[in-house]
């Protein structure tokens, strides 16, 4: 079973980028590169919605309002998936949570929290 770790969230001001990272462990690299990746985030009071997606053969899915400030990436060997944001807004603010898929099983990570101040 793959275990996920979400890291380089933060605070950051409006306008500014961060770039989380999600490694992979427990898989080995000829599993982990079947794995749909995808990032989700969650602000309080919200729920949970796709932020981005990367499929194995490199396809990539956006949330339409995040096009053109989010690019999702992956590396194999690595075994980690990338999340750059760029001009952040306030409503940006949300716990990020990775998420692999593989055979109709879904394993989540434990989230890194990004806070945008205006």
């Known amino acids: 079973q793959v275990q996920l770790v979400e890291t380089g969230g933060g605070l950051v001001q409006a306008g500014r980028s961060l770039r989380l990272s999600c490694e992979a462990s427990g898989s080995p690299f000829s599993i982990f590169i079947t794995y749909t990746m995808g990032w989700y985030r969650q602000a309080p009071g919200n729920e949970r919605e796709l932020v981005a997606s990367?499929?194995?053969?490199?396809?990539?899915n956006y949330a339409d309002s995040l096009k053109g400030r989010f690019t999702i990436s992956r590396d194999n060997v690595k075994k980690t998936v990338y999340l750059q944001m760029n001009s952040l807004k306030p409503e940006d603010t949300a716990v990020y949570y990775c998420?692999?898929?593989?055979?109709?099983?879904?394993?989540w990570g434990q989230g890194t929290l990004v806070t945008v101040s205006s």
């Open positions: 998420k692999a898929t593989r055979s109709g099983n879904d394993y």
């Open positions: 990367i499929t194995a053969g490199d396809s990539r």
